[in-house]
C-alpha cells in the first residue's frame, strides 16, 4: 500500500544512476505516492539530490534556484565532446608546467559574477528538444550566454595534471563548462573526470543518506526509522522572513485572497505559519503591503 508522504530527503546519489533511476528506486522504499527531484545529477555524479515527496513538490522551485557546492576534479590535457568523462577524448595537449601563482592569475577570472556559454550536453531546450539529443545527431546551434556567479573557487590539489576544486556557484552553473574553460585558460584544455554535489541552499553534506542505508532500513520494513530521514517541508524555505497569520487570516489565505499584515517584511517571499508555529506555505509581500498567497500546503488549516 501507498502512503501520503510530505518532507525531503537529502539523497546522497551513487554513482551510475540517473537522477530519475534513484528517484524511482527511493519512492519504492518508502512505498510513497508522490515524489519529485529538484535538479537532476548525471550519471557519472555523486552527491546531493534533494528528493520531495507529496506537499514538498510544491515548493521544488525554490531549491532548484538555490546556489549549489561542489567537490570537482578535471585532467588536465585532454579535450572531450562532453566536458566529462561520458565521451570519448578527442584531442590531447601538451601541459606545460603551471605554477601556483599560474594558477591563481586564471582562476581569479572565473570568481564573482561570470558570463557561461551552456554546453551542447545539457537538457536545455532548442524548439522543444533538449540539446543533448540534438548533438549526439551530429546538430549544434548557437546558444545565448548566461550570467552567473561563482563564490568561491578555491584549488584544493594539483598532481598528475588533475585539479581538485571546491566550488560553490549560483543556479545555472555548468560545472562541466567550467571546468573546459579553465583548461583552455591555461592552455591546455581539460574535462571533468569526478564531480560531487555537497550542498544545495541551506542544505549540508552531513544530512545525506545513503541508498544503501535506506534499503537496508526498507527490507527489515523499519518503515518508521525510513520517515525520519525526512525533513520538514518548511527546510526549503528556511532563509524566507517569517510572517504568522491569525486564524481569519489564514482562512483567506487558502482561499486564495491576500490578506494584509500589519508590520510584514519588505517586498517578496515570505513563509507563512500559524500562531502556533505551523508551516502553511509561501506568500509574496507586494508594494501595497498585502501578501499574496503563492503555494500552500493542502490540508495546512
Known sequence: MKHNLGGILLLDKPLGFTSNDALQVVKKLFRANKVGHTGSLDPNASGMLP????????????????????LVTGKLGEITASGDSETPVTDKREVKKISAK??????????????????????IKHKG???????????????SPRELSIYNLQLLEFKDNLMEFDIHCSKGT?????IVDIGEALGCGAHVVALR?????????????????????????????????LLPIETMVAEMPEVSLTNDM????????????????????????????KFLGVGEVMSDGKIIPRKMIRGGR
Do not use: W
Open 51 to 70: 528528493l520531495c515527496f507529496g506537499e514538498a513538490t510544491k515548493f521544488s522551485q525554490f531549491l532548484l534556484e538555490a546556489d549549489k557546492r561542489y
Open 197 to 229: 554535489r555537497l550542498e544545495v541552499g541551506s542544505y549540508r553534506q552531513d544530512g545525506m543518506v545513503t541508498l544503501e542505508k535506506l534499503r537496508e532500513l526498507a527490507a527489515k520494513s523499519e518503515y518508521e526509522e525510513l520517515n525520519k530521514f
Open 174 to 178: 555548468y560545472v562541466r563548462t567550467l
Open 250 to 277: 489564514i482562512y483567506y489565505a487558502f482561499s486564495g485572497q491576500s490578506i494584509l499584515v500589519p508590520h510584514s517584511p519588505g517586498l517578496g517571499l515570505v513563509k507563512l505559519k500559524s500562531k502556533d508555529g
Open 129 to 143: 528538444q533538449p540539446l543533448y539529443k540534438l548533438v549526439r545527431q551530429g546538430i549544434e546551434v548557437e546558444r
Open 102 to 123: 599560474d594558477f591563481e592569475v586564471v582562476l581569479d577570472k572565473f570568481r564573482g559574477k561570470i558570463s557561461q556559454i551552456p554546453p551542447m550536453y545539457s537538457a
